[in-house]
């Protein structure tokens, strides 16, 4: 039996999923980095850090596939996208990385979104106006940080530096060079009329490639540090939101795909790129051929988290011998839909789609002296399903309901969330057996590379086993009265997050 490697580069970790010919999940490695937070809005990564990462999660799912005397065919790469890396002339790094989630540049993202390039630039490009964008990333570094960008001469992202590193070529697939803000969706190029506002040109880019492109040839550190053999080819693949569509079979308009992580996303992969008037979503490349339309949410898992954190008493989830999160879920059952009439806004990180505020914040509406925390958590729960739904609605309103809903992410781990989600959307949810669907969709990409497969739709035969949640009707009428008072609130409450985030800033 021979083997493939499908490796999910994030935030916080680095994850490689070692998968057998029929994409059959083996066994899966993981390694954590830091993510610095030293100063207000930046979240950086230590690219090196990431590479030593990447390179013993291969290692030791390289290793695996030894013992299980196969050989390693390919190996191929989802990651976060949206980060930029200074060089220098020897593609030494003059920076760390600044992720998508560094909202550093939210000021400068604000006036350009403000002014009729705002809107031209996201026509171009698929890209909202956001401090998470590359674009705007750079637009700061050029105000604030002028001798580093005088001194760059080439800008990279994780996947360029990372095979920069592997192999000594500065390249990046057409999936995650769509989502820097400067590429021109439409001639599926770097856009130079764009990049003008940055003060870089496109001979500091790396090259574009089609996700299925392979290189071989390791360096010699890369060689000994992965344990394979310098002729493994590598494939790109693509940025981690294409991946989990296609990981999941979200291939087609009619599929929609949704992720509840830490954070969340909703997508639906098209034929043709579509821009939404009111820019509330992306648009990126999957490949030539297809794009994903969509939105990414800040707020997912890590709000529950927080409120199971807080609202879940630990002595007594201690001694049910229970965690807070399974206590929090068995809580959240016993409280009706509606949370006797309390909502929550989940901004607690501020909001990508639908809002794309930096600045936007959580709250509870409708606390009286009758609700509890167990109507909190409910309220929570809910909130988080509520403001997907918003996203979901925009998807709808660009392509039309779709036939299915497919969701994955740790929050499957929950029943009553599945559940709520199917009610919140009205919506069958389906919900794939494996969590791994974007180390899939990568390892798809390789097979397409090596000639396994003719086309990335082959993937619908390598899903396994999937579970469905139909929508109760009685709780989708409850929510269907609730949804609108969600958005209605939300729409109120926008003026002020502003004021709220300086004021916090000032604290």
Not at 18 to 32: N, R
Not at 309 to 318: C, E, F, M, R, T
Request: aromatic share 8%; hydrophobic share 40%; net charge negative.
């Amino acid at each position: 039996m021979n083997y493939l490697i499908g490796v999910d580069v994030g935030t916080t970790s680095t994850k490689a999923v070692l998968f057998d010919e029929k994409a059959q999940v083996l066994d899966s490695y993981k390694e954590l980095y830091q993510l610095y937070r030293d100063g207000n809005g930046m979240a950086e990564q230590n690219p090196d850090d990431l590479t030593a990462a990447v390179e013993k999660v291969i290692h030791d799912a390289a290793n695996r596939a030894k013992s299980l005397g196969g050989q390693v065919l390919a190996v191929s790469f989802s990651n976060a996208n949206q980060s930029v890396i200074l060089l220098d002339k020897n593609h030494q790094r003059l920076t760390r990385a600044m992720t998508w989630a560094d909202t550093r540049a939210r000021e400068v993202a604000a006036k350009l979104k403000a002014t009729p390039d705002g809107a031209k630039i996201y026509a171009q490009t698929g890209t909202p106006i956001h401090p998470m964008s590359p674009l705007t990333k750079l637009m700061w570094l050029k105000q604030t940080q002028p001798e580093k960008m005088a001194a760059a001469a080439y800008v990279a992202d994780i996947k360029s530096y990372l095979f920069w590193k592997l192999f000594g070529k500065f390249r990046v697939d057409i999936s995650t060079a769509s989502c820097t803000g400067f590429f021109n969706m439409h001639t599926q190029d770097w856009d130079d009329e764009i990049l003008k506002l940055t003060g870089i040109t496109r001979s500091q880019l790396p090259e574009i490639v089609d996700g299925t492109t392979k290189e071989t040839g390791l360096t010699p550190s890369a060689k000994q540090a992965t344990g394979l053999d310098d002729e493994t080819p590598f494939v790109y693949g693509a940025f981690d939101g294409a991946l989990s569509n296609l990981g999941v079979g979200a291939t087609r308009q009619d599929t929609v795909a949704i992720t509840i992580g830490t954070s969340a996303a909703v997508r639906v992969a098209t034929d043709h790129p579509v821009v939404d008037p009111e820019q509330r979503l992306f648009c990126y490349s999957i490949d030539r051929q297809r794009w994903v339309v969509g939105g990414p949410l800040n707020n997912g898992g890590d709000v529950f988290q927080w409120a199971a954190n807080h609202l879940v008493d630990s002595s007594a989830a201690k001694s049910e011998d229970k965690s807070v999160y399974d206590v929090a879920n068995e809580v959240i059952a016993s409280v009706p839909a509606g949370a006797h009439g309390l909502l929550f806004h989940p901004f607690l990180g501020g909001e990508r789609a639908p809002l794309w505020d930096a600045n936007a914040r959580g709250s509870f509406f409708g606390l009286n002296p009758l609700h509890t925390r167990a109507d909190m958590l409910r309220a929570v729960m809910e909130g988080i399903c509520m403001n997907i739904a918003t996203v979901y609605d925009a998807v709808c309103d660009l392509v039309g309901k779709p036939a299915s809903v497919t969701a994955t992410g740790g929050f499957a781990r929950s029943e009553v969330w599945k559940q709520m989600l199917a009610d919140v959307l009205d919506v069958a949810v389906n919900i794939p057996e494996s969590y791994e669907s974007g180390c899939l969709g990568a390892v798809t990409m390789a097979m397409k590379s090596l000639g396994m497969i003719d086309d990335l739709d082959a993937v619908q035969d390598l899903i396994g086993s999937v579970g469905a949640y139909q929508p109760e009707q009685a709780t989708v009428r409850v929510y269907q009265k609730y949804l609108p008072l969600f958005k209605q609130v939300e729409g109120l409450l926008k003026p002020a997050y502003s004021t709220i985030a300086r004021l916090q800033q000032e604290n």
